[in-house]
């Protein structure tokens, strides 16, 4: 998708989420220069032709280099990386239990994306896995695909979610005879998974981790050529988070790949036809 006007609040509200959480004391003053900064880089005539991947990194460079921290998130993603360690043994237990073990493990990795790690989940996860009920659910699609492919490209989204995704990818491991590469971003942005946060999950045991481009989506003008290559030599793709959408549905349609996401915003709501907060596993293909 293309950057929409009503990314500009969403982004305005984002540098204020950020300067609150900073640790900072900043004055009002100094939020307000921030606030400039960002909003002369979004008067740019080019932003609305742009991806919101782009746009989002841009931003986000900006705020770095204001605040003097080029990983503004870095206390935030290690306490989601810490909390998701922490449930990854009873969502594993979740799996072991099902009926469906690779459906639930998909739902796992869903509901990664679903939660707010850094608050405390412990009691609810359970409950959660199985309230949740796919608004697109493509699933049936996506199982038959894994049982053709001979390698799957996974694209992570956050940091903590990667210990949710491990679970999805021993599933598909144990059940098909497929190589695995899983894509983080390639350098620090927002709470995004980058190489660190995969090793520390163990997704080094299941797949060769690589690395994409350092922004809020993927985007393949500035991905690595090991991205390139993997994007173009797989036989099935798995995209998880809204940022990776907004920038790969800009792309041909690829015949074989799929969005595992939450409906956070009401581009998502239009696009899909589900209302905020709805979970959808979408075969792009068929959309």
Not at 8 to 31: A, F, R
Not at 118 to 135: K, S, V, Y
Not at 163 to 184: N, P
Not at 270 to 279: L, M
Request: glycine share 6%.
């Amino acid at each position: 998708m293309k950057f929409d006007v009503r990314c500009i609040p969403c982004l305005l509200n984002q540098t204020l989420k950020v300067m609150d959480n900073s640790g900072l004391k900043l004055s009002p003053m100094d939020k307000k220069g921030l606030l400039d900064h960002v909003m002369v880089l979004l008067k740019g005539s080019k932003v609305m032709g742009q991806l919101p991947a782009k746009t989002g990194r841009d931003v986000y460079m900006l705020i770095g280099e204001y605040l003097q921290n080029p990983d503004i998130y870095k206390e935030a993603k290690n306490r989601s990386n810490e909390e998701a360690r922490q449930l990854y043994p009873i969502a594993k237990a979740k799996v072991a239990s099902s009926t469906d073990p690779l459906k639930t493990a998909a739902n796992v990795a869903i509901i990664g994306n679903l939660i707010d790690l850094g608050t405390n989940h412990h009691g609810d996860l359970q409950a959660e896995i199985d309230a949740l009920r796919l608004d697109v659910d493509h699933f049936d699609t996506l199982k038959a695909e894994l049982a053709r492919a001979k390698s799957l490209l996974y694209i992570a989204d956050n940091a903590g979610e990667v210990f949710f995704d491990k679970i999805f990818l021993e599933e598909i491991a144990r059940g098909f005879r497929i190589k695995i590469t899983y894509a983080v971003r390639a350098g620090p942005i927002i709470n995004d998974a980058t190489m660190e946060d995969a090793q520390l999950a163990g997704i080094d045991q299941l797949a060769t981790i690589i690395e994409g481009t350092q922004s809020p989506g993927v985007m393949l003008d500035e991905a690595s050529p090991d991205f390139i290559r993997a994007y173009n030599t797989t036989d099935l793709i798995i995209a998880k988070g809204q940022g990776n959408f907004e920038a790969l549905s800009e792309q041909p349609k690829y015949e074989n790949l799929f969005f595992l996401l939450m409906a956070k915003c009401e581009i998502m709501e239009e696009y899909f036809h589900v209302p905020i907060g709805s979970a959808i596993l979408a075969h792009w293909r068929r959309m």
